[in-house]
């Protein structure tokens, strides 16, 4: 308190004439020494993942960050009877919007409307120009159709192993993106061939291998020469759940997703309100205190914890 006090004094006996630019140059690191660090962001999307199985599964790195954080089990990524698809869901988690607008339907993207409802990074480079993000990705057609070549570092993984992960593990560490996006396919996979079942075996241990990744890279995360200036916000969701061995209708199972916001705006604090898939993109704006134009036609807002 008393260094801040000192700086705006100084600031406050500059001379405007002179020293003008001094003090515009300033503010930018003011305001980094108000907000508590340099803002990130670590999205994680697990396609397929029903959150009564995410509730039943051992997943003790998951568990850590709700417990600095929320945990939201009934979010929707239908209205409207949007299909629960992954071609729609991405597209709804990314822009922020649901299919009356993107006009993903399907995983065909047919009809798609992505150039004039684009991905968040998009968004948030007509605010800021230095924004970047880093993409991971195991569904391809999130960066053939969603994403289109607009992050500044991608990699495309076919293998449901522990690549992804270690790849991520490995750049996150002394990485500069101002967002790291990641998904993981591997519950989808076990949903198809096994069931989406809490109570099934393959289904379960699907999750908690990748609930061991997410450790592998929040620890590694932690582990940043510059961490400890930083300001991250971990969200974790999914573009749909499941029933039986497929999706795309409106039952609960399909319906229901999960919602992790885990970082210091979230600790001990709750979400009263129903939420919605769209309302992952206005929360990273939030984060950022970036003002969301209106001419975007974001359907979500802002998740504030109270």
């Known amino acids: 308190h008393i260094y801040l006090f000192n700086y705006f004094w100084e600031i406050l006996n500059l001379s405007v004439s002179k020293n003008f630019k001094k003090i515009i140059l300033s503010i930018p690191i003011l305001l980094c020494f108000l907000s508590g660090g340099e803002k990130k962001v670590l999205l994680i999307g697990i396609d397929g993942c029903r959150s009564d199985a995410l509730t039943l599964a051992n997943t003790p790195h998951i568990d850590q960050l709700v417990d600095n954080g929320i945990f939201i089990p009934n979010a929707s990524c239908s209205i409207n009877n949007q299909r629960t698809r992954s071609g729609p869901g991405w597209s709804t988690m990314l822009t922020g919007v649901w299919y009356d607008k993107h006009g993903v339907t399907s995983n065909s993207f047919k009809g798609s409307n992505i150039e004039k409802y684009p991905p968040f990074n998009v968004l948030m480079n007509r605010k800021n120009k230095d924004f970047k993000i880093a993409s991971f990705i195991m569904w391809k057609p999130i960066e ?5 070549g607009t992050s500044e570092h991608y990699k495309f993984f076919s293998k449901y192993n522990d690549d992804l992960a270690n790849d991520v593990s490995k750049y996150i560490a ?5 967002v790291i996006f990641i998904d993981f396919d591997h519950v989808d996979r076990a949903g198809h061939i096994f069931g989406f ?3 099934g075996k393959r289904y379960v241990n699907a999750i908690e291998k990748v609930d061991k990744y997410i450790g592998l ?3 590694s995360m932690q582990k ?3 961490f400890k200036s930083e300001d991250w916000l971990i969200i974790i969701t999914s573009d749909h759940g499941g029933l039986k061995r497929n999706h795309g209708g409106q039952s609960v199972h399909e319906v229901n997703v999960p919602i992790i916001l885990s970082g210091s705006s979230f600790k001990g604090k709750k979400i009263t309100r129903q939420a919605y898939l769209t309302d ?3 929360t990273i704006f939030y984060h950022y205190n970036i003002e969301i134009d209106p001419s975007w036609g974001l359907d979500g807002f802002p998740l504030k914890g109270s």
């Open 197 to 199: 079942n809490p109570k």
């Open 280 to 282: 992952i993109v206005p």
């Open 144 to 148: 053939k159709h969603i994403i289109k």
């Open 217 to 219: 890279i929040t620890d």
């Open 174 to 178: 002394q990485s500069d993106e101002d």
């Open 224 to 226: 940043r020469k510059t």
